[in-house]
């Protein structure tokens, strides 16, 4: 059977940086999806008379979707493959986005979330997946951080498009083109990145890892023929292949085990997954102008903060890109945890001296521009560290038998947890914003124990050595200088 020729280790490098690249375009489906509806949330509570409580549930419904997208993205990603999958998932987040634009009422905002939450939760587990099988160890942080890169860049370019066009109409509940409200283009122009991400998809080589999981070695070879030099090839082939057989034979395709019916390594991923979510990073992306708007700045400038706030968010995931191969992941996300529990817990010390000034709450003095700079720390402390390395970590603590289903299970707790905090955030902020960043900031604090006692270092670490990773306590962990 003939090969085409190997590349270059150069030529190689460059392939897998745009494959790991064209992948990560799921993250910006992501983002684009979590934060386009922050500009939207006061026109929908208004436009269908909304409670606090229905508002949180419209803006939280897709989070629902995600998870079981989530859920299922394992087993689809394993019988059809990556690629495949990706491409499913752009096809449902279109749809979502003409349907929810032209939404007549909220239940039928509701579904068209959902379903779009579905195309989000796929691309959430594939694309990590993705990047992480194709990258070799010494870079795979790097690239794999490239999927929350995009995430912000989706984040960013969300809110950009949420202020441009409410502030083209004059207001976010004003008509814009054609008729159409403001609000409802915010979610139509999800088509164009939705298109985008399936065209590329479509046109992406499997992952050698996933063919070598439906016994398909000779295409397998074939694509790691234009990943890796020639001379790595047959090594790269061996080292799967003997790593899937190592797993079947000891059956450790399965996520069941003895601590409470699953592996202690899934565990270790979900609760990360779900610390990821509790310290409330998204409520800053879905709710910032509602946030803003509250403690005394106005809609035009609350839009600009939301966008200030999410340029920050993708300049600190370029330092994370630059970090994660150098330090490790642990002390990353030891420092991060530290600089989230402060930056929360000054937060929820400011929002203590909220007043009500004309039947809402006002910030006095200068506990509003504290609060503000402190947000910004805190997704600071989020976005160059628990940001792109749970995706990361996701994508390389299993082993290659149980990645999708592993990553899918984790991920969609990480779902829940977003479902979770969104849905309750309106009700919390309504009872009291102090209390609600001092419970985020609870969380923040959690996560430092966890990160040291129970999340393994993968710097380094080839995937095929995952399958004998279980908990760090081996491991001496790295104490970060703050």
């Known amino acids: 059977m003939s090969h085409s020729p190997s590349p270059s280790a150069a030529k190689a490098s460059s392939r897998v940086k745009v494959l790991a690249f064209s992948g990560a375009l799921g993250g910006f489906l992501f983002g684009f999806d979590s934060s386009v509806v922050n500009g939207a949330v006061d026109s929908i509570q208004g436009r269908f008379d909304l409670s606090s409580g229905m508002t949180g549930f419209s803006v939280a419904s897709a989070l629902l ?8 993205a394992g087993p689809v990603s394993n019988k059809w493959g990556r690629t495949r999958a990706m491409v499913l998932g752009s096809v449902f987040f279109l749809v979502s986005s003409l349907g ?38 010494d870079s795979r942080g790097r690239l794999g951080s ?37 609000w409802r283009w915010m979610f139509i122009v999800g088509v164009i990145p939705a298109a985008v991400y399936g065209v590329v998809s479509w046109g992406m080589p499997e992952s050698p890892r996933s063919l070598m999981l439906q016994d398909k070695h000779d295409d397998a070879r074939n694509v790691l023929q234009t990943l890796v030099p020639a001379d790595q090839v047959e090594g790269e082939v061996t080292e799967i292949r003997d790593a899937i057989e190592k797993d079947r034979l000891a059956n450790s395709g399965s996520l069941r085990g003895s601590m409470l019916g699953l592996r202690p390594i899934v565990w270790v991923g979900i609760i990360m997954a779900i610390l990821q979510q509790f310290v409330g990073i998204n409520v800053i992306f879905y709710y910032s102008t509602t946030l803003w708007s509250s403690v005394g700045f106005d809609e035009s ?45 000054i937060m929820a010390i400011a929002f203590t001296q909220s007043v009500t000034v004309d039947g809402g709450p006002s910030l006095p003095g200068a506990w509003g ?55 309750l955030f309106p009700v919390l902020a309504g009872f009291s914003l102090a209390f609600s960043y001092g419970l985020f900031a609870l969380f923040a604090l959690i996560s430092l124990p966890f990160a040291y006692f129970f999340i393994p270092e993968t710097k380094g670490v080839a995937l095929e050595e995952t399958d004998s990773m279980t908990v760090p306590r081996r491991q001496k962990a790295r104490t970060p200088k703050l």
């Open 65 to 72: 979707g995600c998870a079981i997208g989530a859920w299922i």
């Open 100 to 137: 929810a634009g032209f939404a007549f009422s909220v239940w039928d905002l509701v579904g068209w979330r959902v379903i779009g939450g579905l195309g989000i939760g796929i691309a959430s587990v594939t694309a990590p997946a993705y990047i992480a099988e194709i990258s070799p160890k």
């Open 146 to 182: 490239m999927q929350q890169l995009a995430i912000t860049i989706g984040i960013f370019v969300a809110l950009l498009s949420d202020a441009v066009i409410a502030n083209g109409a004059g207001g976010a509940a004003n008509d814009l083109w054609f008729g159409v409200e403001a």
């Open 301 to 345: 400038n609350s839009f600009t903060i939301s966008v200030i706030t999410s340029v920050t968010n993708v300049l600190v995931t370029l330092i994370a890109i630059g970090l994660v191969d150098k330090v490790g992941r642990r002390p990353l996300l030891l420092t991060g945890s530290v600089g989230m529990f402060v930056s929360l817990g």
């Open 369 to 423: 521009p504290l609060a503000l700079v402190f947000a910004n720390v805190f997704v600071i402390s989020f976005g160059a560290t628990w940001g792109p390395l749970l995706w990361l970590m996701l994508g390389e603590v299993f082993p290659n038998t149980i990645r999708a289903k592993a990553m899918g299970l984790a991920t969609s707790a990480n779902w829940l947890a977003n479902f979770a905090v969104s849905m």
